[in-house]
Antibody, heavy 122, light 107 residues
Framework: QVQLEESGGGVVQPGGSLRLTCAASGFTFSSYAIHWVRQAPGKGLEWVAVISYDGYHKFYADSVKDRFSISRDNSKNTLYLQMNSLQPEDTALYYC???????????????WGQGTHVTVSS | AIQLTQSPSSLSASVGDRVIISCRASQGVSSALAWYQQKPGKPPNLLIYDASNLESGVPSRFSGSGSGTDFTLTISSLQPEDFATYYCQQFKSYPSTFGGGTKVEIE
């Protein structure tokens, strides 16, 4: 079955960095775009970034552009989110989610991981 | 970025009620809209994709409609397991965006 498992979260000071990992299994990882979505405590969902199935196309939310970088290693079925210059407003539960259909056309997300917590605090 | 406005932000309803949630986009998104259900402590669950298509395994009491800028999620007969928060998401263009959510509570 399709599984996504995030890791790498933790507590970091403002201005610090963190790298999140999303390990995928149960499907052909190299055929699907993958998203990062976050949720601050008690708040709604915020889309963060997406990477195409082949890693060539990447898009970011304005709030993280120039600070976060999404990447993937299809040989390891793994997605990454490098987060730099972290601020308290980046505190959230970070989910990775698979695009509903393979290929290039944008679509919704059908499978989600359980999330990894990131806390930015001094 | 395209903004999505959901209404109401919360509602109280009883089991068996018909519930309608609205999602309005700041510009046209064609049919590139999805609806999710989220329960506390759990990741979102896809209900509707491409505005009106029911995701596999989702009960038929859920339905979606609309295109362009105005969309609705309808629960035809609310069940106890449907008390949750619902979100719309557009994927017409990046950055993708979510609505602010609608919390459905027990009356």
């Amino acid at each position: 079955q399709v599984q996504l498992e995030e890791s790498g979260g933790g507590v970091v000071q403002p201005g610090g960095s963190l790298r999140l990992t999303c390990a995928a299994s149960g499907f052909t990882f190299s055929s699907y775009a993958i998203h990062w979505v976050r949720q601050a405590p008690g708040k709604g969902l915020e889309w963060v970034a997406v990477i195409s199935y082949d890693g060539y196309h990447k898009f970011y939310a304005d709030s993280v552009k120039d600070r976060f970088s999404i990447s993937r290693d299809n040989s390891k079925n793994t997605l990454y989110l490098q987060m730099n210059s972290l601020q308290p407003e980046d505190t959230a539960l970070y989910y990775c989610a698979r695009k509903h259909v393979p290929g290039i056309v944008p679509a919704s997300c059908d499978y989600w991981g359980q999330g990894t917590h990131v806390t930015v605090s001094s | 970025a395209i903004q999505l406005t959901q209404s109401p932000s919360s509602l109280s309803a009883s089991v068996g009620d018909r519930v309608i949630i609205s999602c309005r986009a700041s510009q046209g998104v064609s049919s590139a809209l999805a609806w999710y259900q989220q329960k506390p402590g759990k990741p979102p669950n896809l209900l509707i994709y491409d505005a009106s298509n029911l995701e596999s395994g989702v009960p038929s009491r859920f339905s979606g409609s609309g295109s362009g800028t105005d969309f609705t999620l309808t629960i035809s007969s609310l069940q106890p397991e449907d008390f949750a928060t619902y979100y719309c998401q557009q994927f017409k263009s990046y950055p993708s965006t979510f609505g602010g959510g609608t919390k459905v509570e027990i009356e």
